[in-house]
């Protein structure tokens, strides 16, 4: 986009006279509710979101208490050229200090604390692993080389195990790659090749997360809660515990107009008309659905129930081919499923085990782990991390929140002998105890602690190797007046599992039903920095010396590309 095109759009002829209705209070249809209102120049007062649980924010959660256990299920990791998520964000006041943007407070943080982990893998019960190179050999390269250069027809719905060959899985990359973005082997080869294209920039910096960017609290508060503020000040209506179950369509050769949204409202059914003048977003797709939770005595059981928003789904892609194919998503969850847990430690030697591991004091208010710390041979692919404490604004100085997850929930653990899907709040803190070396003190951290495990069965849907059609686009052709947001859509170029996927979908539905003459952010072109690619290559190639690079240097010394690589 650039600050040329960073202009508010012109208001639309008739904007008065329109409504929007957004099913799913995820970031998405928040996103998009506030680009109705500031490029669309929609009154707040036309706006309804519709969500079947009692809270928003979608995957982007934190809840709970040090009593009782604090609560996240994830947490999205974010970087500098999230473009369309920081031009939301730049509008959005902090809640705790209204001249201030949220984006001005999380560039503060990052830039007064930058982060870099401590420890990013580890072996052998809490034996750090001392390498920053990527552990490629030459054969590894090229298989990169070749999974960048590829188009994605060709590579259709290949899994990552099918492209890359068996010795990728034991290189530190893959184990870098895994933990951080949640793939696993058996899911879309071209959803790493988007990876890849996108994040290249962040290649060099990979052992160390450099360049990752965490908000200063859970995103829910930091985030989720400023823009819901915003929103309500605008006079938009939340209908929470509201279940959108099916979506009437006049669908002709060359239009399709959403007329009617059915839904149970406090357990009675209604039907909201809508003609062509109003508009519709639907989040499709949920990778949080039927998420359930355990405790310190009970595990969290998988959910094979259908959910809503898959259920809707489906109803709505029966009625046309081009409103995607949700059972590729949704079909498998035991390919989809994996489970965390949040842990809350009060006077606890978890702060001593933190220091050992980080050498980082995690009542300092600045980073301590930097990420996620993995143990490479965990049965479960266990990685944990401690974010900036207090993670919560009502948590309590003598406090500690960890987040842990396990991408192989189905494999016997290695301490306790169980599933981990199988296992208790306290089991699964003392694998991962177990893990990370605490000997003699596990016991005594156990005791000083609350875990609350958290199992989802779609976390990992949107990886699931697909094909065109798989996905709608935002905007299908024909559409009049409906638009689909979320990690379900295709959008060229970007990359699911982010937030800056969401947010974007919700731009370009914005823009286009309501056809503003202003355009969404492009998804930043590092894959075309001659300088990105240069260092990229270095990396793979443990930071040595490539073929040919003293002469180039040679050549470009004291011209004006000196500084190419």
């Known amino acids: 986009m650039g600050t040329y095109n960073n202009i508010r759009a012109k208001k ?13 209070g995820g970031i998405g249809s928040l996103a998009a509710a506030f680009y109705l209102i500031h490029d669309g120049h929609m009154d707040g007062k036309n706006i309804t979101v519709f969500e079947n649980m009692e809270i928003l924010g979608g995957s982007m959660d934190g809840s709970g208490d040090a009593q009782n256990g604090f609560l996240v299920r994830g ?31 999380l560039r503060e943080v990052n830039m007064t604390d930058p982060n870099i982990a401590a420890c990013r893998l580890m072996h052998k019960c809490g034996e750090k ?16 080389e070749k999974l960048v250069m590829a188009t994605e027809e060709e590579l259709g719905a290949m899994t990552i195990e099918e492209f890359f060959d068996d010795s990728f899985f034991a290189t530190d990359m893959w184990y870098y790659w895994r933990s951080m973005f949640a793939f696993e082997n058996w899911q879309s080869v071209v959803e790493m090749k988007r990876y890849m294209h996108r994040f290249i ?31 309500e000040e ?5 209908l929470t515990n509201t279940r959108v179950t099916d979506l009437t369509l006049d669908i002709t050769t060359d239009k399709k107009t959403v007329t009617a949204i059915h839904l149970i409202k406090n357990g009675h059914a209604e039907i909201v008309k809508t003609t062509k003048d ?37 109803k709505v892609a029966a009625k046309d081919p081009s409103f995607g194919r949700p059972a590729v998503f949704s079909g498998d969850i035991d390919k989809t499923k994996w489970e965390s847990f949040t842990i809350t430690c009060t006077d606890s030697k978890m702060a001593d085990l933190l220091r050992k591991l980080t050498g980082r004091d995690p009542y300092s208010g600045k980073l301590v782990t930097g990420g996620i710390m993995t143990a490479v041979d965990s049965s479960w692919l266990l990685s944990v991390t401690c974010h900036r404490q207090p ?7 003598n406090t500690i929140v960890l987040w842990a997850y396990g991408l192989l929930p189905d494999n016997l653990g290695d301490c306790v002998k169980k ?38 069965p779609y976390i990992t849907s949107q990886f699931m190797p697909r094909i065109k059609g798989d996905r709608p686009d935002v905007v299908p052709k024909g559409c009049v007046n409906l638009a689909f947001l979320g990690q379900f859509v295709e959008i060229p170029g970007d990359c699911v599992f982010t937030v800056e996927y969401s947010i974007r979908s919700a731009m370009m539905g914005v823009y286009t039903l309501l056809n503003l003459d202003k355009q969404p952010p492009e998804v930043w072109p590092s894959q075309y920095d001659l300088r990105v690619i240069a260092k990229a290559i270095k990396s793979m190639h443990g930071d040595q010396h490539l073929p040919g690079e003293g002469l180039i240097r040679y050549l470009l010394k004291g011209t004006s590309m000196e500084g190419l690589i």
């Open 201 to 231: 920039h962040h290649l060099p910096g990979l052992s160390r997360l450099r360049g990752i960017l965490f908000s200063r609290y859970n995103q829910y508060e930091s985030m989720i809660l400023p823009l819901q503020r915003w929103l």
């Open 234 to 238: 605008q006079g938009v209506t939340f």
């Open 278 to 314: 109003d508009l519709v977003f639907f989040t499709c797709g949920s990778m949080t659905e039927n998420s359930t939770l355990g405790d310190m005595d009970t595990p969290a059981m998988v959910n094979r129930e259908p959910g809503a928003c898959w259920e809707l789904w489906k």
């Open 12 to 24: 639309p002829e008739g904007i008065e006279n329109k409504h929007a209705f957004l099913i799913g």
């Open 129 to 144: 692993i001392e390498r920053d190179t990527l552990g490629l050999h030459g054969h590894h390269i090229r298989q990169l």
């Open 419 to 456: 599933k981990m899907e199988d296992c208790t709040g306290e089991e699964l803190l003392r694998e991962l105890l177990w893990h990370m070396g605490a000997g003699d003190q596990t016991e005594e951290i156990i005791a000083t602690s609350k875990v609350i495990p958290c199992m989802m």
């Open 391 to 397: 993670h919560f604004s009502n948590q309590p100085k």
């Open 75 to 105: 947490g999205r990791e974010m970087e500098e050229h999230y473009e369309c998520s920081w031009d939301l964000f730049c509008h959005i006041p902090m809640l705790e200090n209204p001249s201030r943007t949220v984006l001005e407070d």
